[in-house]
């Protein structure tokens, strides 16, 4: 049982390139979320998939697509990288929300761009 | 919006020293509330949780109490250890649209001194 996994770890992209951040899970959870993570802002959500075949903005969607592609797996991604974006992003699941359950996070993938 | 507000860091102490973390929040409803923790290099991991006024979460010597009459969820540890040392993140549960997004302080590094 891996949990959340992320790829890739590190990735350094120039301006105006383009690329995918991929998320899988394999807790059979039913809602998956994508945040970043700034200096002194903590975790900001970009967007949210809170079943299979949905998605919705979160906070700070600009700039980024998201697929939900099946019920293990949910991408990001980055159409015309910016320095803006650079952060950490992390993948996060749950799998019961009107339980309250806990939301499960991945290990992140930093991101630079220049 | 909902918001939560930490305070502020770094923070650093000695081992078996007396720690808290100041949490509170606005939010409109009754929202879940989280302690995470982030060690070096990682992802996040669920500290505790509390889904309602009144409600004390703890693990690992750490407690924090929902206090919804001073919109509160301090975190504290009796006696902190070298290992406790991480970035601690105070959080909600902001549920609607099936999903549970959490709204995250800005976090508080903690340096633990031998």
């Known amino acids: 049982n891996a949990g959340v996994t992320q790829t890739p770890k590190f990735q350094v992209l120039k301006t105006g390139q383009s690329m995918t951040l991929q998320c899988a899970q394999d807790?059979?959870?039913?809602?998956m979320y994508w945040y970043r993570q700034d200096p002194g802002m903590g975790l900001r959500l970009i967007y949210y998939?809170?079943?299979?075949?949905?998605?919705d903005k979160g906070e700070v969607p600009n700039g980024y697509n998201v697929s939900r592609l099946n019920k293990r797996e949910f991408s990001l991604r980055l159409e015309s990288a910016a320095p803006s974006q650079t952060s950490v992003y992390f993948c996060?699941?749950?799998?019961?929300?009107?339980?309250?359950?806990?939301?499960?996070f991945g290990p992140g993938t930093r991101l630079t761009v220049l | 919006g909902n918001s939560v507000t930490q305070m502020e860091g770094p923070v650093t102490l000695s081992e078996e020293a007396f720690l808290t973390i100041n949490c509170t929040y606005t939010?409109?409803?009754?929202?879940?509330l989280f302690w995470y923790v982030q060690y070096p290099g990682e992802g996040l991991q669920l500290l505790l949780k509390?889904?309602?006024?009144?409600d004390k979460g703890s693990n690992k010597g750490f407690e924090a109490t929902y206090r919804k009459e001073t919109t509160s969820f301090h975190l504290e540890k009796g006696s902190v250890q070298v290992s406790d040392s991480a970035v601690y993140f105070c959080?909600?549960?902001?549920?609607?649209?099936?999903?549970?997004?959490?709204?995250f302080g800005q976090g508080t590094r903690l340096t633990i001194n031998p």
């Open positions: 996060a699941s749950i799998s019961d929300v009107v339980k309250r359950d806990t939301q499960y």
């Open positions: 807790m059979n959870h039913n809602s």
């Open positions: 998939s809170a079943s299979e075949g949905t998605t």
């Open positions: 939010a409109t409803g009754y929202p879940s």
């Open positions: 509390a889904t309602k006024a009144d």
């Open positions: 959080a909600l549960s902001d549920l609607g649209q099936g999903a549970q997004k959490l709204v």
